[in-house]
């Protein structure tokens, strides 16, 4: 399910001051899409459009003709504040529930496939930040949205609860798209950057170009990923990925 953002443009203030300004985007089925910038830049508001939680003022979200509008889904920054269930297993149950679906065949296997079957019994409330990203992630997925929106997944996570939550997204196999902070995140764990800045899109392709561009990153505030810094300091190629920075790295060290 392909997905086109259209000169879009959003106000909150009543004075016009636009918080995304005309911005154009092709979202292609099945990839991973991370949306990077400093607070402010838009992030949050644009995937809140995608999302259809809010209304742009002008431009428009278009599908392919022969395709009907996906369901998109949505995991808010802090996903604690939208808990109201008493155990995991009933909160990723509730969706599908309410939408009058076999809620516990569903629930079960989002359980399995996010990988936290075991906290089916536990208070969503008393689990870690990373444990309460991915039931809120679960708890979206058992709505069966083609489309799946995070707004900060890795928001107070460590780098540990960081890895935990992008190996689960690697294995969804359906197009995503999330914001964050973290440029590690976001270089490791992403199939295209977008680059927002002033409401507008500054710049958009592959982790490898997009974070090498260092022009583009010091006026977009973003941090240089740590992958990419020590590839600058040894005087080598920035690798396409983890798994390559690793055997770039035993190469370098021996």
């Known amino acids: 399910m392909k997905l086109y953002l259209e ?53 428009r979200m278009k599908f392919p003709e022969s395709e009907q509008e996906p369901e998109i889904g949505f995991s808010p920054e802090d996903p604690e504040l939208g808990f109201f269930e008493r155990t995991v297993g009933e909160e990723v149950a509730f969706y599908p529930k309410n939408l009058g679906l076999d809620h516990e065949k569903i629930g079960e296997e989002m359980l399995e496939r996010i990988g936290i079957s075991h906290l089916k019994n ?59 902070h973290s440029s590690d995140f976001a270089f490791e764990f992403a199939d295209e950057v977008i680059v927002l800045h002033d409401g507008r899109v500054l710049r958009s392709g ?31 190629e920035v690798p396409f990925g983890l798994e390559e920075a690793v055997e770039m790295m035993k190469e370098v060290e021996d």
Do not use: C
């Open 7 to 59: 000169d879009i443009h959003f106000s909150y203030e009543k004075d016009g001051t636009e918080t995304i300004r005309g911005v154009d985007l092709s979202i292609e089925e099945g990839n991973i899409y991370a949306f990077v910038g400093r607070n402010g830049s838009g992030k949050t508001t644009l995937l809140k459009i995608i999302a259809g939680l809010l209304e742009p003022d002008s431009g």
């Open 122 to 180: 536990r208070s969503p409330s008393l689990l870690s930040s990373g444990q309460q990203r991915l039931v809120s992630i679960a708890s979206v997925l058992s709505g069966l949205p083609e489309i799946l929106v995070l707004d900060e997944p890795t928001h107070s996570l460590h780098r540990k609860g960081e890895k935990m939550v992008g190996e689960v997204l690697n294995k969804l196999e359906r197009t995503i798209l999330f914001s964050t």
């Open 206 to 236: 592959k982790p490898r170009e997009v974070f090498s561009d260092i022009k583009t990153l010091k006026k977009a505030g973003i941090r240089t990923p740590g992958i990419v810094e020590w590839a600058r300091k040894n005087s080598i």
